[in-house]
């Protein structure tokens, strides 16, 4: 499986990279959703293979050759955060397009009196 | 040690309290207990640590390395103390701003937010909870930068978000890569694993990914794009104490990150961190040359000077640590006053372009004394506080007979006053015909008063400077002693689960 994933995470971080880049806000806030998959993912490959260990759960007798759980609990905490600050993102573009009345943020550049 | 914890709860007990009145009044109030519990909390575990104590608090009694650990050293509550000052001199001046304009209900519920994440990524010495206190203290700088800034500016939070977005995945990145490698995400415990391994590529990658990843937070030299634009458009309250909280923290994780968990010098990234500090210094200064007001020049000057915090850990030398904490602390009280103190004048004009303004020194020669004092602290003049920084880091690179840095170094300084000087020549001694606003200058006690905090903390740093130095020596000698963390967190034998 080990093979699968890296060429899953290289495919995720390669297009959203190419998202992130681009000038349309909707497009970055999906770039960044697809990049933090991404790096969930690596966190998952960066982990023990659990290959023929046991599950981690501790009933009468401790077991020795358990699975890693701590990445699990890991990625489980990176969604969260990931989530709540892609939705952010979302009200934030929001706001933008109801200032600007566009999502093109190359034309934001003309509009700001500083730039 | 619950002491430990407190300044982490404390926050977070306030932020629950202010967010459900509804009494702006009592609101108010309440922060500034909040914030003066805070400072008082955290000027005792600064007594506590003084003489190089080591205390730790394993939360849940889960036994280290799996379970999390909060570990304050004399490092760390250096750190402490002078941010959570610059969280109460902020705290008074927003008094002096309600009256003037309302503030956003959210707003003081936000910033306790940021302080308990910047507590917390202060003393964990758990790579997976500094990633999470890292979150709480940007979410809530997102949410702040996006109530408060102006609605024509507002792009500018969008990119201030996503830079900071991307920073972060980066250090979820390294701490996967370090977990997959050594199996622990306890600071002290890789500490131990790795310190024979300066030549192992995989240490040194992981090396430069987090020099990218706290160099984009602390704003060093190609990172630093997102900074001016997002700072100098906020109230001055916020702009002082992000200018104060958030690039340090970035800077004191990364010296934390470069002494105490990798291993020794690592000769090409140091190399890079001094190439990196030099340009940092330089370009910060000459932006800040070419900005008209005042916000903007004093935003450049945190690049700059963040340079030479850079260049203090690329010496790597406890005596170059040491000179950058002291000038850290300098900076961090010297730099929120000269913003809280361009607010005022912002105030007087209504605008703070250099071009409008003047004779300021006459109005309010209170103000020109504040500015005068904290400006040639920030460029280096004796026996102010900035002097003994400076002093410190050039004689320390000359030492190491790094001959170019120490020159560059002077030359930003000497460019430091060139701008402040027309700061100085702008603002305050220059003819104006321009009306200042005399009833928007009604009360202006709170705001002299949080000024005058952060004046007299930094005249104090000045004149005591032989006492800090000796206990910024401490401090770093402390913290380039690994087996000493690494002894203390497994002292710990009793608690839940096992080894």
Known sequence: MELETLILIFLFVSVSTYLLMQSQLIDIIFGFALLSNGVNLMILFTSDNPDGKTVPIILGVAQANFADPLPQALILTAIVIGFALTAFM?????????????????????????? | MISISLPIITPLIFMVITGFLHVDYWRRKMALIGVLLHTCICAFLLWTCRHGEIKIAV??????????????????????????????????????????????????????????????????????????????????????VSLELPEKYLKWAFSYLLVNLIGTLGFLCAAAMIYGYTGHLNMAAIAGLIKEQQDNPLILGWGYLLLGVFGLKAGIFPLFFWLPRTYSHLPPSLTA???????????????????????????????GILITSVLTMLLGVLGAIASTTIRGILSYHIISQIGYMILGLSLYTPLAIASALFFIIHNIWVKVSLFLIGGVARQAYGSDDLKKMGNLSILMPC??????????????????????????LVSESIRLEYYFVAAVALLTSWLTLFSMLKIWIGAFWQNSNNKIHVKKLYKLKE?????????????????????????????????????????????????????
């Open chain 1, 90 to 115: 979302i009200v934030l573009a929001l706001r933008l397009f109801g200032q600007f009345g566009t999502t093109e943020t190359n034309s934001y550049t003309k509009i700001d009196p500083d730039d």
């Open chain 2, 59 to 144: 939360v849940g009694e889960w036994l280290p390395p799996y379970g999390i650990v909060l570990l304050a050293d004399l490092f760390a509550c250096f750190f402490l103390f002078s941010i959570s000052l610059v969280f109460l001199a902020t705290n008074i001046y927003s008094l002096g701003e309600a009256r003037d304009q309302p503030v956003h209900v959210l707003r003081i519920p936000l910033i306790f937010i940021l302080q308990s994440g910047i507590s917390l990524s202060l003393l964990t010495v758990d790579f997976f909870n500094l990633f999470v206190s890292f979150e709480m203290m940007l979410a809530a700088s997102y949410a702040l």
């Open chain 2, 241 to 271: 104490l992000f200018a104060g909280t958030l690039t340090k923290v970035g800077v004191y994780v990364l010296i934390r990150m470069f002494v105490m968990v990798l291993p020794g010098p690592l000769l090409s990234l140091n190399g």
């Open chain 2, 367 to 392: 103000l020109g004394a504040f500015f005068l004092v904290q400006a040639f602290s920030l460029i280096g003049f004796p026996p102010l506080s900035g002097f003994w920084g400076k002093y410190l």
């Open chain 2, 447 to 499: 705001k002299y008063i949080s000024i005058g905090i952060l004046v007299f903390a930094s005249l104090a740093l000045g004149f005591g400077a032989e006492t800090m130095y000796q206990k910024a020596t401490l401090a770093a000698q402390q913290i380039f002693q690994k087996e000493a963390y690494v002894q203390v967190i497994f002292s710990k034998t009793t608690g839940k689960g096992t080894r």
